[in-house]
């Protein structure tokens, strides 16, 4: 059970997340589109599960695997955004959300 105040900073990193990405996503992994879907925050704010949607692409581990080398460079720039809300910047855990590809598979099963 997620506490308030880790909704609120979970809201507030999405956002920032997503417009950093936004802006960095051609510095990253070139004209791919990336979006950030959800953001999970441990109970001490300390650490934060980030699923990212990632748009075109053939190889979804080795984009993921060049955003993973990048989280340092994406976590400073979150610092710099969110230095006077946030005390501890968390340290970012970037997963590929599968939440779309699971409801297409579920959708193309029932239409059987």
Do not use: C, H
């Not at 001490?44 to 993921?64: E, G, M, Q, R, T």
């Amino acid at each position: 059970m997620e506490s308030t105040r880790q909704k609120k900073v979970a809201r507030l990193i999405l956002k920032e997340l997503s417009q950093i990405f936004n802006k960095e996503s051609n510095n990253i992994l070139g004209p791919i589109m990336i979006s950030v879907t959800a953001v999970r925050i441990s109970p001490d704010l300390a650490y934060a599960n980030v699923y990212l949607s990632i748009f075109p692409v053939k190889d979804l581990l080795d984009a993921l695997n060049k955003i993973k080398k990048k989280s340092s460079l994406v976590r400073k720039k979150l610092g710099v955004i969110v230095r006077n809300q946030l005390r501890i910047v968390p340290e970012l855990n970037f997963f590929i959300d599968d939440s779309a590809d699971y409801a297409e598979e579920i959708d193309l099963l029932l239409k059987k």
